[in-house]
């Protein structure tokens, strides 16, 4: 096939109508909550209903608190909904970046708090009932040159020298693991595993509502102000606490905080049909 033909292709494919602005994850839900169109009281205000804003609120909703949550489109939209669903700890760290930012006893309190991720969501899962076809697998990071296996080594004793546990694995490991030969070695962390991370958020959403969260999705924080008692103006409401939580991941630059801090980093991926059994057979 030409690369003109399959340019015609795609763009006749997507004016059809097949692109999508979210990918296979999520869909909008059903009972999608509405819009805040009134003044409401709470405890406390959380913007942004993904993993950590749904999270945030229903820890303090179990600790007794009002909690109001404020979401622009609905809840798993954002990153939650898009992420490619490893549920990983401290292995995905820059040890060494960490290390020289914040210094050595920070750095092994973020690893430990990277670690300690892992359990707090299984945990999640059990509590909450969550069924988001969680496959703990352990998380194997690979090398694909022999030129790579000195950095990995190093920086494996740097993560153990922070508290993260590792052990590397040869080529007869990996294929022992059924891991394909174009990966030549890799550092394995036990913990951890793959996740639907649209059923895991969509999960957190069905908690928080049953817990008596309040949440208002397609509901746009237009501005807030700062004082004991915290106002939230949306675009047809407002809601006020002494408390507000900010949620909101990439999207906090759009309400003027941090744009000096976050840089937009474009991540591609490929996303197929699900595969049959005798597909994933034949991939080996």
């Not at 097949?18 to 009281?41: A, I, K, M, N, T």
């Not at 973020?110 to 988001?132: K, M, P, T």
């Not at 950095?151 to 040869?170: H, N, P, Q």
């Amino acid at each position: 096939m030409s690369m003109t033909y399959q340019a015609q292709e795609l763009e006749s494919h997507f004016a059809g109508g097949h692109f999508r602005r979210l990918g296979g994850w999520v869909e909008s839900p059903v009972d999608l909550q509405p819009e805040l169109e009134s003044d409401v009281g709470a405890d406390v205000i959380v913007i942004g209903a993904g993993f950590a804003g749904l999270s945030t609120a229903l820890e303090l909703t179990a600790l007794g608190a009002k909690v109001v949550i404020l979401e622009q489109e609905f809840a798993g939209f954002g990153a939650s909904g898009r992420n490619a669903g490893y549920l990983g700890g401290s292995i995905g760290i820059e040890f060494e970046l960490f290390l020289k930012r914040v210094g050595h006893e920070k750095a092994k309190s973020i690893v430990r708090f990277y670690d300690e991720s892992v359990a707090y969501v299984e945990g999640r899962l059990r509590e909450l009932g969550i069924d988001c076809d969680y496959n703990a697998s352990g998380i194997i990071r690979a090398g694909i040159h022999p030129s790579q296996e000195k950095k990995l080594r190093k920086s494996m004793a740097v993560g153990d020298e922070l508290g993260s546990r590792t052990e590397f694995l040869d080529q007869a490991q990996m294929r022992a693991r059924g891991i394909p030969p174009a990966f030549l070695f890799g550092c394995l962390q036990r913990h951890g595993g793959t996740l639907d991370p649209g059923k895991y958020v969509m999960g957190l959403r069905r908690a928080a509502l049953q817990a008596g969260v309040k949440l208002y999705e397609n509901t746009k924080l237009v501005s807030y102000s700062d004082g004991p008692t915290i106002t939230c103006q949306t675009t047809h409401g407002r809601a006020t606490a002494p408390n507000l939580v900010l949620a909101t991941n990439a999207y906090t630059p759009q309400i003027g905080l941090l744009r000096d801090k976050i840089v937009p980093f474009r991540v591609s991926a490929v996303e197929t049909e699900p595969l049959s059994a005798q597909q994933l057979a034949s991939l080996g």
